[in-house]
């Protein structure tokens, strides 16, 4: 792992895990997901990782015109990084998923990288009334839904989005999507530094354990020595418990709404600033500072945003 003075936070604004039932502080509109994203950079987050959703039902919408209206306003209105999903939901084709991007160029775009079962269903449990009728089937038809990243998918995604020098947030829910990764540099696809996102809590990749979130880096720094900048993004209730067992050992943290609901048991976050303010006070309390976007942008060797199409 690379080293760095400072720790990038990147932050998850909404996204495909969760539905609008959950908590009604989860951003829906082109205006609410504009205005979560630029109180979340101003609480620190450097990079903003987004998707966009129907603004009437709130259901994941991966067509690119539904990402212009946020990514304009974020764009005037702060310097934050912008990264764009190429997940999108596990419903979505590939082709789907990645036009976003390839359409809008930003800096960076996730990439993840295997094919995995994203069981969702879990939720089930704890939420019972929805206001939207695709809800519930969206998460029970994960019982049964592959989330596809095969070689072919991953070579299509990463050589079209590389031609516009975008560069990656490699998701990696696993071990053997370290091991992907290294297939691809191998081959020359990608180039370091590999900013590697790994993901903890998703039924389907690995535990919260802190032996799994040593076992991701352990292997990681094996098979990328210096040339990969290491972030964490823990699901749910582990969220800040990942991200402060990483800082400590060097790691960026990844927090926002998509990925958790929570600032504490059994209390929502009221936005996604409150958990970047958290995660900034569990950073500084341990006596590190935090990189500003010009700082992580020279950390992962961006492009610029002036260089983007949106
Ligand atoms: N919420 C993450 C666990 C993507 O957008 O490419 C999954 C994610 C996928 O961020
Ligand atoms: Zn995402």
């Not at 259901?59 to 015109?65: A, L, N, V």
């Not at 691809?184 to 790994?198: C, D, S």
């Not at 389907?204 to 040593?214: E, N, P």
Request: proline residues 5%; aromatic residues 8%.
């Amino acid at each position: 792992m690379f080293h760095q003075d400072k720790v990038i936070i990147s932050c998850a604004v909404t996204g495909a895990i969760h539905t609008p039932s959950m908590s009604p502080y989860l951003p829906v509109t082109p205006e609410q997901i504009a205005e979560s994203s630029i109180a979340a950079a101003e609480a620190g987050a450097a990079i903003i990782h987004l998707h966009a959703r129907d603004p009437v039902n709130g259901k994941p919408d991966q067509r690119p015109e539904a990402f212009v209206p946020f990514l304009k306003a974020i764009k005037q209105h702060s310097d934050a990084i912008v990264n764009l999903t190429t997940g999108g939901s596990p419903y979505m084709t590939v082709q789907e998923r990645m036009m976003p991007a390839k359409v809008l160029k930003p800096e960076v775009a996730s990439m993840n990288m295997g094919t995995m079962n994203f069981g969702l269903f879990p939720m089930l449990k704890r939420f019972s009334e929805f206001k939207h009728d695709w809800e519930r089937s969206y998460l029970e038809g994960s019982k049964d839904l592959i989330f596809r990243n095969t070689y072919g998918d991953l070579e299509t995604v990463l050589t079209e989005l590389s031609e516009n020098d975008t560069r990656f947030e490699f998701e990696c829910y696993d071990t053997s999507h370290l091991y992907n990764l290294a297939h691809f540099a191998e081959r020359g696809l990608v180039k370091p530094p590999f900013f590697v996102q790994t993901v903890f809590g998703i039924l389907g990749g690995i535990g919260t354990h802190s032996d799994d979130v040593m076992h991701m880096k352990r292997t990681a720094d094996r098979l990328f020595g210096q040339d990969y900048h290491w972030s964490v993004l823990g699901a749910g209730a582990s969220q800040m418990k990942v991200a402060a067992m990483a800082a400590s050992m060097g790691g960026n943290v990844r927090v926002g709404l998509e990925d958790s609901l929570w600032i504490a048991r059994g209390k929502l976050a009221s936005s996604n600033a409150e958990q970047v303010r958290q995660v900034r006070g569990i950073l500084e309390g341990l006596g590190l500072k935090v990189a500003t976007p010009a700082e992580a942008r020279e950390i992962l060797q961006l492009k610029g945003a002036d260089k983007v199409a949106f």
